[in-house]
């Protein structure tokens, strides 16, 4: 068991707080059915047998950084741009502000942020654009991360825990933000894009991590990850002229069945733990089929898919931030025991990171 596989190390990195933010635009999916028809319904001759794939995803409602009329028309770089700056400043603000609140802290105490995006770029940084925002130190360490893609949440909370483990006594803040909605391309008239209208969403999540002694909160045991050679084109993004396009394939729910059991397994035995120990999972709901394909492949483990259908039925895939949401649900409902966290990403990457609550 992990408590005598590792049980000469007392400290391990700890949650301190998490907290969620969604933006104000609020989209029933009945809404993106009729604005995706709108755009594609006059150029698409199968758009008609393309369209129940809206009301099952899985998807009830969702959040938008803009109104949804915003999306019907084409935009380039430049606006999108201003549209993702803008949009995820406000939401990582406001959940960095609930994050620290609830640790007890104020912004001069955060002593380095990590901060994963992967739908939109700043440069600075929006770690760097918050220093002043709100108030962090000049002194503040910073590392940006992107290209993790729905991995992010997963891979990047596991960097901030190895840089707070790297750094004791230091609090490191983890941050994410995803705007998914704002790669929403009119131009691109193809069942691809069609797809992703019907899924994706946005939303951002903070948490705070120290390396703090027992009652801290949740630890974080250790984390992992796992690319599979030769499925580079599984996911991702293309750089079109006018926006990023939505690379995903169709086999994605079969590659989890069929190999995320196997490299689940190996990181759980590096722990020396197994599968049947789980007291929890928590899983980036991707979509209907993707936790389908989830709840086969780590049976008997599934307490928590609840969660994480409640994430996708209230706020859509939000990518990298989705699975942070999962784990705010999971805490807030009183979890306990030891929690797989688990995301899937470009690459084709599996991330892992095992908490003890």
Not at 45 to 72: C, E
């Amino acid at each position: 068991m992990m408590r005598h596989r590792l049980g000469v190390m007392t400290r391990f990195p700890r949650l301190r707080a998490v907290a969620t933010a969604l933006p104000p635009h609020r989209l029933t999916q009945d809404d993106t059915l009729a604005a995706a028809r709108a755009v594609f319904g006059g150029r698409m001759r199968d758009f008609d047998r393309l369209a129940p794939v809206f009301p099952n995803t899985g998807i009830d409602t969702r959040h938008a950084v803009m109104p949804i009329d915003w999306y019907l028309q084409p935009r380039g770089w430049a606006e999108r741009a201003a549209a993702y700056e803008a949009g995820a400043l406000a939401l990582l603000e406001d959940a960095a502000g609930q994050a620290l609140a609830r640790a007890g802290l104020q912004p001069d105490a955060v002593d380095a942020i990590v901060c994963a995006s992967t739908t939109g770029i700043a440069t600075p940084s929006l770690d760097a654009l918050l220093l002043e925002r709100m108030g962090f130190r000049p002194d503040t360490v910073r590392l940006p991360v992107f290209g993790l893609g729905c991995a992010g949440g997963v891979l990047g909370l596991a960097r901030a825990a190895a840089l707070a483990q790297a750094m004791p006594g230091a609090t490191v803040l983890f941050l994410v933000v995803e705007l998914c909605t704002l790669a929403f391309r009119s131009g691109e008239a193809t069942p691809t894009n069609v797809v992703a209208s019907a899924l994706f969403a946005d939303g951002a999540a903070a948490a705070v991590v120290r390396m703090d002694e027992a009652g801290g909160g949740p630890a974080i045991l250790g984390s992992g990850e796992h690319t599979w050679p030769g499925t580079r084109r599984v996911m991702g993004w293309r750089v079109e002229d006018d926006g990023l396009g939505v690379v995903f394939a169709q086999d994605i729910p079969e590659l989890i069945r069929t190999r995320m059991r196997g490299v689940a397994d190996a990181f759980l035995a590096r722990h020396g733990v197994a599968v049947g120990d789980l007291a929890g999972l928590v899983c980036h709901p991707g979509g209907a089929k993707v936790l389908h394909a989830i709840e086969e492949a780590m049976a008997p483990a599934g307490e928590g898919l609840a969660d994480a259908w409640a994430v996708l039925r209230d706020c859509g895939n939000m990518s990298a931030a989705s699975v942070m949401f999962v784990l705010g649900r999971r805490l807030a409902a009183g979890a306990a025991g030891l929690q797989l966290m688990s995301a899937l990403g470009p690459g084709f990457t599996a991330g892992f990171l095992l908490l003890e609550v």
